[in-house]
């Protein structure tokens, strides 16, 4: 059965004072709760915050991501930091093709394919993000553009590979804005992804793709939201910077 998850995307926020606070709240909030066990917690703190935040999480539940990688394993990439760097700090999975790094930093599907390739190299879940920005869904070419994303980052995996990818649908006008997809319009492109993995890996595999939705998911519509049949959890991006708020959407399910 595949992973219902919640992951906070701290983006470039918090002083590492801050995130260490930050992290050790939804850490002993996490402890104290009774979330389900088939709940996946994830947050991904600034890369300056990796080391000492590993160390100051105790609950084995909550599970340290980072927000990006390099695509090159190693050598001269000055300000590059490779998946096996940030595996050996005790990072368990790395966000991958976020809008915000594709539209800053040009990452393409075929950098994003060797990022993705290098984190699954490390043992490190990667979460594949895709979405369209409004313009194209104005268009009504929202389904076509996710597929290509996912067809050209995704489809050179083999099984086996893609097993180990989480996807994420982060429709790009949602994306801090306030204004979240409606559950159904969530849903409909969470099937959509589900069917385009199913045509490339089969039903077993498009079946066990956890599909979380991001895109100012809060407390007050995560549960409508995490009902929806193919949507498996949210990455959170401004919401998951408060505990309190952070562990309300934990427990939307
Ligand atoms: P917000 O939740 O702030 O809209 O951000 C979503 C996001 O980009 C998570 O990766």
Known sequence: MRKK???????????????????????????????????????????????????????????????????????????????KMLHSVGVKAVIVGHSERRAYYGETDEILTKKIKSVIENSMLPIFCCGEVLEQREKGIHFELVKSQIENALFGFTSEEYSKIII???????????????????????????????????????????????????ASNAKELFSQKDVDGGLVGGASLDADEFLEIIKSF
């Not at 701290?10 to 709760?33: F, Q």
């Not at 695509?71 to 590059?80: C, D, L, Q, R, V």
């Not at 890996?201 to 100012?216: H, Q, V």
Request: net charge negative; proline share 2%.
């Open 5 to 83: 998850i919640v992951a906070g995307n701290w983006k470039m926020h918090t002083n590492i004072r801050e995130g260490v606070a930050l992290a050790s709240a939804i850490d002993k909030a996490v402890e104290k709760s009774e979330i389900k066990s088939e709940i996946g917690i994830i947050i991904a703190p600034p890369l300056t915050h990796l080391s000492l935040i590993n160390q100051v999480i105790n609950d084995e539940r909550v599970c340290l991501a980072a927000q990006n990688c390099s695509s090159e394993s190693k050598g001269a990439f000055t300000g590059e930091v490779s998946a």
């Open 168 to 218: 994420a649908y982060e429709p790009v006008w949602a994306i801090g804005t306030g204004k979240t997809a409606s559950s159904a319009q969530a849903q409909e492109m969470h099937e959509f992804i589900r069917k385009t993995v199913e045509s490339k890996f089969g039903k077993d595999l498009a079946e066990n793709t956890t599909i979380l939705y991001g895109g100012s998911v809060k």
